[in-house]
């Protein structure tokens, strides 16, 4: 039975890409640019697992692991990181 996905993703296109990959697989999502708006979804509903975004526009997303994993309720979530870098032809 699949689960419920966060993805806290600042590039939208890659964000989208990762979500259509787990819509496919059958898991419901939930999908965020930012770590507060991050925070505020985790607080509405808790998410199965994270797949989170090491630089976000308005922060760091190992800072934001480090906020689930103090919290009683997301210490056990798993958090998958997303470390990726574009550079155009050049």
Known sequence: M???VLIVEKDAELQRQIGAALQEAGYELAAETEAAWAKRSIA???PDVVILDTRLGDGDGFALAEELRRD???RATPI???A???RGAG
């Open 72 to 74: 009683p309720d997301t």
């Open 80 to 82: 998958v990181f997303i």
């Open 2 to 4: 699949p689960g419920y």
């Open 44 to 46: 509405v509903r808790q």
């Open 84 to 86: 990726s870098t574009h």
